[in-house]
């Protein structure tokens, strides 16, 4: 059974580094079928799209938080990470780790973690 | 970025009856065009790809249809665990948009 865990601070000062990171269990993150993406969700607001990266590291951004995020892959350790620079209370928000098949014509978010809240105050 | 718009944004139906979600993007994503159901608390859950293809495990009553800019959800014969908010996502191009949702609430 595939699972996906977020973990990291939950609290983050403003202008520093928002760090996550996704386990995944159950499935390798090496898998050439997936891309591993993150998803943010600010409280009472939709979905938007932070970023994704395949297992070999090619990675694929938001253009509006491009110039400061930076998702990498560590595929000894089955995980994923997210990195936010600069971070304001507009970073404020439950983020979530999913995966999407690299397939087109099915690249969907089919799997997600629980989510974990991350917000910006000093 | 290819835009996606949803309407309406809260929808009032009562149990039992159907209920139609639109959504439109602002330019063709072909069948590339995904719905999730999201509850308070809860990460959303993935419905339909493929613009008309049920995920595993999700019900027959709910059903997608369209392609290109146009598409639609629906939900047969709404229960009760079936009031929350749906979101549509484009898979297409890079970057992936979501649109801003539709909130089904109980009538």
């Known amino acids: 059974q595939l699972q996906l865990q977020e973990s990291g601070p939950g609290l983050v000062k403003p202008s520093e580094t928002l760090s996550l990171t996704c386990t995944v269990s159950g499935d390798s993150i090496s898998s050439s079928s997936y891309y591993w993406g993150w998803i943010r969700q600010p409280p009472g607001k939709g979905l938007e799209w932070t970023g994704s990266?395949?297992?070999?590291?090619?990675?694929y951004y938001n253009p509006s938080l491009k110039s400061r995020v930076t998702i990498s892959v560590d595929t000894s350790k089955n995980q994923f990470s997210l990195k936010l620079s600069s971070v304001t209370a507009a970073d404020t928000a439950v983020y979530y780790c999913?995966?999407?098949?690299?397939?087109?014509?099915?690249?969907?978010?089919?799997?997600w973690g629980q989510g974990t809240m991350v917000t910006v105050s000093s | 970025e290819i835009v996606m718009t949803q309407s309406p944004a809260t929808l009032s139906v009562s149990p039992g009856e159907r209920a139609t979600l639109s959504c439109r993007a602002s330019?063709?994503?072909?069948?590339?065009l995904a719905w999730y159901q999201q509850k308070p608390g809860q990460a959303p859950r993935l419905l339909i790809y493929?613009?008309?293809t049920r995920a595993t495990g999700i019900p027959g009553r709910f059903s997608g249809s369209g392609s290109g800019t146009e598409f639609t959800l629906t939900i047969s014969s709404l229960q009760s665990e079936d009031f929350a908010v749906y979101y549509c996502?484009?898979?297409?191009?890079?970057?992936?948009?979501f649109g801003q949702g539709t909130r089904l609430e109980i009538k």
């Open positions: 999913a995966r999407h098949s690299t397939v087109s014509s099915s690249s969907a978010f089919d799997m």
């Open positions: 493929g613009a008309s």
């Open positions: 996502q484009q898979y297409s191009k890079w970057p992936l948009t």
């Open positions: 990266i395949y297992y070999s590291g090619s990675t």
């Open positions: 330019q063709s994503v072909s069948s590339n």
